[in-house]
């Protein structure tokens, strides 16, 4: 099953289900009813899916394509013009340890790192994790605040008394619709 949400950017992006199969030109059929240049593959695990670095492959001739996709899976062979956004786990995600720190000499300049913090702990830890592996000397930083577990007020003034080479990200979405599914 494929859900296509279009932002305020003019972005499409693009989420992976399991219970539904879709052809590829099916989906290309479905992403051409918006005006958009950009699409976003995301939602789930993109790179767990058998045919997403086929599917990349197809459309990044015609979009401009970025993969947000967790750091639990090798990047390795996603192709050179697809942006990727790594969504590096922290302890509060319980996904901490699967973490591939072999990912990032794949990385490009123009791609992003994204931490989600859901504490001030959490926080602290990607601090140091940046630090720890140069990963502000890779590409752009992002920390974006669990929706609903801390202040963004809170991160903000953190990062900005750290002076934390990052950019503070919000999830729009969660902002707009709340936990509305297909938001």
């Given at each position: 099953m494929h859900t296509i949400l279009r932002n305020f950017l003019g972005l499409v992006i693009f989420m992976w289900c399991e219970d539904i199969l879709s052809t590829f030109d099916e989906i290309i059929t479905s992403i051409k009813k918006y005006n958009c240049k950009n699409i976003t593959i995301t939602g789930g695990e993109p790179l767990s899916q058998k045919n997403t670095l086929l599917f990349l492959d197809k459309i990044s001739s015609v979009y401009e394509v970025s993969l947000e996709t967790s750091n639990a899976l090798?990047?390795?062979d996603v192709k050179k013009d697809i942006t990727i956004i790594l969504d590096i786990k922290t302890p509060e995600s319980n996904e901490s340890d699967k973490n591939i720190i072999d990912n990032y000499k794949y990385l490009k300049k123009t791609d992003q790192i994204k931490f989600v913090v859901c504490t001030l702990e959490d926080?602290?830890?990607a601090k140091d994790y940046i630090f720890n592996n140069n990963l502000?000397?890779?590409?752009n930083i992002l920390i974006s605040p669990s929706y609903g577990e801390i202040s963004l007020k809170k991160l903000a003034?953190?990062?900005l008394s750290d002076d934390l080479p990052a950019r503070l990200q919000v999830q729009l979405h969660k902002i707009i619709w709340g936990d509305e599914r297909g938001r």
């Open positions: 090798s990047i390795k926080y602290h830890w502000h000397e890779i590409c003034n953190q990062m």
